[in-house]
């Protein structure tokens, strides 16, 4: 038996990616929302409505990798929940890649033609996601709307300073989202201000979830 050791080599392969679209195809404003972990795009997407409702179009990509929510580890049948997630902490850089070049894609073939304005919003674990897309990507937002989690602590502002200081960034967070503590909100307000990053910060009185009526606030 060789004495070496097992090794893993990347191979790119092909995948078929999931985005939800919503609202009028000709809009000229429009929003991608990034959704958390264990949701679904499709769902997801339906918080959006207040939106839809003036004229905007919402898209909606859904992470590359679902998974059953159950954990019992038996088959499952149609009624089973299913969740989506946009990477672990397995070959995570690899994962991070892969997210970026595909949201590069929902930038370029998934807006409305006619569009004038773009806001980038991520949820909970799609708070790391557009934050990152925003540093290393290729689409240019107007608007990132930070909703329900923190920024991701190895990402450095000081080296994308440039990129985040383009777009009008915005933090929101719940009064009483257990998920988004206020110490945690304070660190990034620091890191943010540390790196000469112009920031609003808004909350809504709910949880840990999207609130209809502050969104329509930043329509």
Partial sequence: MSGSEPSAAPLEVLRTARVWTWGPAEARDAWIVLHGYRQLAGRFLRRFAPLVDQGVRVVAPEGLSRFYLDDDGGPHGPEARIGATWMTREDRDAEIRDYVRYLDRVWQERLPAAVERVTVLGFSQGVHTA??????????PARLVLWGAGLPGDLDLDAVQPRWREVDVVLVHGASDPAHPQAARARDDARLRGAGIAFRRLEHPGG???DADLLRTLR
């Fill in 208 to 210: 840990h979830r999207i």
């Fill in 131 to 140: 934050a990152r897309w925003l540093s290393f990507g290729r689409g240019a």
